[in-house]
């Protein structure tokens, strides 16, 4: 018989819902061959299921268990029931005199004698539909054929190149914040990282910032970067304007536009006569440099956007209609997908729209920590609309490669906040990451006026029109991936492992339709409820977990099982299998395992053996290699080179998770193994114990139809050291579009990894046989697969830089700096960074280098700048280097650095330049506490030490930074 007490709401901690299914602590694996036997969720279920302590207390709302008469019935009878979360039981030599209760909510009192146990988590299941596919065909959106007869289109899905799905990998890059001389290197550092397509703005004011005085020299050559590109195996889309942002001056318009627009009497950003004529003028002129470069005509444009965030659909076509005219060829028009269009827009409209979102905003006003907590929620924000029209893929252009800081607002991000929050982006539909910025970089200086703060190119308080954010004068770092001079920070590894993913399974991974689970977490503010989706077709897929958000403290999620239903075969499986049981998921972790999923690339399956290729027996696909499941994140799978049947699989390990690889054995054999050989349920057998190695393989795998496959599993740490050399934009080199070559860097000295730019016309060369290194240390050592000597193995091969000189830094303080400045606030509303009168009053230091190689083409050199105070400027004489907003960066990671060698075509030095000196002078500003309580927002655990007048200034260290370089011949 069952009582029900009086029916009651539990308290919000005992239900806190996490993921699932959890149980038993003992991770204990059976020997091999052991079957194994599970029923349900109480197989697996025990006392520590009920991680929430209640003893002493007694809850309402349960229903009582009669025939249960001990703590282990008790325990036992809410196992039972999938939906029981709250245990308690009364011996009947206690005060309490109430036997057993089990159920899912109540109200707890205190009452002594009871034994109890709550807070088990609700089960938590994705059930993939039986059909996952809804593709619809849309209408070209330019000339979509390149000479080659490379075919570019779109359809509902995705991105398409030859008809194949396209997951684009791309990156932000502004040529004109770059010097020339650089944009080789950096465009190689870009592609090194794994972006294979770019996005780049054209700002009008960096071409004629004197009405009629076009100019495309040095750093404005647009012509050579995009050429350069190119040759890098990058294609493009084009951001023309006529307004950009991109914390441009006036978002890229000239001045003397403003004062036309005031004079005449017409809209900016409008589709009327005047505007449109001045518009054509620089449309013009800048076609006239970039024709013959558009994919019809072989070249790297791709893609082409007119002007930025407008609902105004009428005057986008308006500007595409006038750009065909002129002759823009390229292969779509498209546009930022935000905000919505107003009402009326034509469903077929042939402008494709591209997605963003970002970890923080640095253009808000707010005191507070302005963090989008929402992009690290799988499904999609709040603020989320969908996709405009309905029927077009979700893309990206600016997923936030990194973040700005103002003077009135500095977010400090952490490395992770990046990577984990793309992930999602990927979980939740996108099907085209498109990062801003990924290549930070420094303004070209104005041709007209001096490097005084309201003279800069770049957006400030002082400018005549536009956001008016206060950004620094000449520094554009975003704090991203490849900073201002190019420096490699920790997320341009860790997002490296997750583009390597999409370029190989991309073609796969795009046509999976995103689920979400039965439970998730009721907002950002939720961090019990553990966060995780999936993207699958009807049979499998890839699991995505996220257990970071900026600024908030994740706990971890023991006891967690992922339940995966299928309806189309009405089966179901859990992840991790029944022989590992329950993990924790780590504090602050992210990462992606795969599920019933076939591991060799479908290109490459399609080559490998085309009698075998699609060989199936009772509806299951027995071709290539199909992982059931694995508890380890997949990053790529490469040809091992001779043998078309014969591939090479890279995992790595899910640091503090318990690392399980489960097979069909009806499908492929494990030939042998570093680990354990586990029978599992059903007709699977598991893999455990295999020991972290990224020189030898953990196992070997061979197919039913033939296909044999080594499984390497790097330890954790070394998913973010794999680099794919020799990767090309599919769009202009299909073949060089999909992995040949891993190189591994055991050491994380390692910055940069890349094959040197190869014509793309040379299709008898073979990029990927030389690889150029940058290292922080003077010798690395690299590990390449396949390797012809060992299949199992990785071939060593041990890098000794070439010796360089040594720089030599000093500095010594001119002059203190004076009484601080009284901050006033601008027209924006927003605190008003400091004048070059403000900067008079800074302290002065002068800083001297010598033994400077800036012709070496063995070693870069950067100065790094540990300080504390307001601002600092970087200047030679009037020339003004650099500047920087003290946010709290290091020096190294987000601080800030000087590329002298970067910058060494735009620097003064004495003697020769192979053993040069130079001067340069720091100024630095004191940073007062009582901005920080008013009107400048810095993140709290970023406050200096202020003294006894409430200010902080202090020089604490200046280094020079040595990034050495070789080229290897693997």
């Known amino acids: ?574 992840v991790p299998s029944a022989v590992t049981g329950p993990i924790t998921v780590p504090a602050n972790a992210w990462f992606h395992w795969p599920f019933q999923f076939q591991l060799v690339p479908a290109a490459l399956l399609d080559n490998s053996n085309k009698e075998q290729a699609t060989f199936k027996k009772n509806d299951r696909d027995m071709s290539g290699i199909v992982i059931v499941s694995a508890t380890a994140q997949l990053i790529t799978t490469v040809p091992t080179g001779n043998n078309s049947n014969a591939f090479l699989c890279i995992f790595s390990k899910t640091e503090g998770v318990p690392s399980e690889f489960v097979f069909d054995q009806r499908d492929v054999t494990v030939v042998s193994t570093t680990g354990k050989v586990v029978q599992g349920e059903r007709d699977t057998v598991v893999v455990v114990n295999v020991s972290p190695s990224y020189m030898v393989a953990g196992m070997l795998l061979k197919g039913v139809d033939g296909t044999t496959m080594s499984i390497f599993l790097l330890p954790g740490a070394l998913g973010s050291q794999v680099w794919l050399p020799g990767l090309a934009s599919a769009a202009l080199d299909p073949a060089r579009a999909l992995p040949q070559t891993v190189v591994i860097t055991p050491n994380s000295n390692v910055d940069v990894l890349y094959a040197p730019p190869t014509p793309l016309s040379d299709s008898t060369s073979k990029s990927n046989d030389a690889v150029v290194v940058w290292s922080r240390d003077a010798t690395a050592s690299l590990i390449t697969f396949p390797c012809t000597l060992n299949l199992t193995t990785g071939c060593e091969h041990q890098v000794a830089f070439p010796s360089v000189q040594a720089p030599k830094v000093s500095w010594k303080l001119l002059s203190p700096a004076g009484p601080p400045r009284t901050i006033p606030v601008a027209p924006s509303g927003k605190a008003q960074e400091p004048t070059a009168e403000d900067w008079l009053g800074a302290a002065v230091y002068q800083v001297d280098i010598s033994n400077l190689c800036l012709t070496c083409d063995s070693a870069e050199f950067l100065l790094a700048v540990n300080y504390t105070g307001d601002g600092a400027r970087v200047m030679q004489g009037d020339h003004l280097v650099t500047d920087n907003w003290f946010t709290g960066y290091n020096a190294t990671d987000g601080g800030l650095e000087v590329g002298l060698t970067y910058m060494r075509d735009e620097l003064q030095f004495t003697k020769p330049a192979t053993n040069a000196t130079l001067t340069m002078t720091l100024l630095i500003l004191p940073l007062q506490e009582a901005a920080l309580q008013n009107n400048v927002f810095i993140q709290a655990a970023q406050w200096p030490a202020f003294d006894s007048q409430g200010l902080a200034l202090e020089l604490t260290s200046i280094d020079i930074v040595t990034r050495y370089r070789a080229q290897v011949q693997l």
């Open 1 to 574: 018989s069952v009582l029900l007490r009086q029916p009651t709401t539990l308290s919000a901690a005992l239900v806190a819902v996490a993921i699932l299914v959890a149980a038993s602590n003992a991770h204990g694996i059976p020997s091999a061959f052991t079957p194994i036997e599970v029923t349900g969720t109480a197989a697996s279920c025990s006392a520590a299921s009920f991680p929430t302590n209640l003893t002493g207390q007694e809850c309402w709302g349960l229903q009582e268990c009669t025939s249960c008469q001990s703590v282990a019935d008790c325990v036992a009878a809410c196992c039972a029931q999938e939906t029981c979360q709250i245990w308690q039981y009364c011996p009947t030599n206690a005060s309490c005199n109430g036997g057993c209760w089990i159920g899912q909510s109540g109200t707890c009192r205190p009452i002594a004698g009871w034994i109890s146990g709550g807070g088990r988590q609700l089960p938590s299941e994705v059930t993939i539909p039986a059909n996952t596919s809804k593709i619809i065909s849309l209408p070209p959106f330019g000339p979509g054929t390149s000479p080659n007869n490379v075919t570019y289109s779109v359809d509902s899905g995705a991105v398409l190149v030859n008809n194949v799905p396209w997951y684009k990998v791309a990156g932000e890059v502004h040529y004109a914040r770059i010097p020339e001389a650089e944009w080789g290197e950096q465009l190689a550092r870009i592609k090194a990282g794994g972006i294979t397509h770019i996005s780049v703005y054209a700002f009008w004011i960096h071409h004629e910032e004197v009405e009629g005085n076009f100019v495309f020299t040095g750093r404005r050559n647009v012509s050579q970067f995009l050429q350069l590109a190119q040759q890098a195996g990058l294609s493009v889309l084009l951001r023309i304007g006529p307004w950009d942002h991109g914390e441009c001056r006036n978002g890229g318009h000239p001045d003397w536009l403003l004062e036309a627009s005031k004079t005449q009497h017409f809209a900016l950003r409008s589709n009327n006569t005047q505007y449109m004529t001045y518009t054509r003028k620089f449309y013009t002129a800048l076609h006239n440099q970039i024709k013959g470069l558009y994919y019809v005509n072989g070249g790297p444009i791709l893609e082409i956007q007119v002007d930025n965030e407008t609902p105004d659909w009428s005057y986008l076509l308006a500007l595409r209609s006038m750009a065909l005219d002129i002759g823009m060829m390229p292969a779509a028009y498209v546009k930022t997908g935000w905000p919505q269009m107003n009402n009326g827009f034509p469903d077929d409209i042939p402008l494709l729209p591209y997605y963003g979102g970002y970890p923080d905003t640095f253009w808000s006003n707010s005191m507070q920590p302005a963090v989008e907590y929402d992009q690290w929620l799988f499904g999609q924000p709040a603020s989320y609309n969908g996709v405009e029209p309905s029927d077009y893929p979700f893309l990206g252009v600016e997923v936030g490669g990194g973040m700005a800081a103002a003077y009135n607002h500095r977010p400090c991000l952490n490395s992770s906040d990046m990577p984990s929050m793309h992930m999602v982006f990927c979980a939740n539909g996108m099907n085209g990451l498109g990062f801003y910025m990924y290549h930070g970089g420094n303004n070209p200086h104005s041709v007209v006026h001096n490097d005084a703060p309201n003279n800069t190119l770049q957006e400030s308080s002082f400018q005549p029109a536009g956001a008016q954010n206060p950004m620094p004068s000449e520094s554009y770092d975003f704090f991203a991936a490849l900073g201002e001079f190019g420096q490699p920070r920790q997320h341009y590894h860790q997002m490296r492992q997750l583009h390597s993913f999409l370029h190989t399974y991309g073609a796969t991974f795009a046509r999976m339709l995103g689920i979400s689970p039965n439970v998730v977490p009721a907002g950002s503010s939720d961090t019990t409820t553990v966060r995780w989706r999936v993207r699958a077709t009807t049979t499998g897929g890839i699991l995505f977990v996220n257990n970071h958000q900026r600024l908030t403290t994740m706990p971890a999620k023991p006891s967690t099982v992922f339940h995966v239903k299928f309806a189309a075969s009405n089966t179901s499986m859990t």
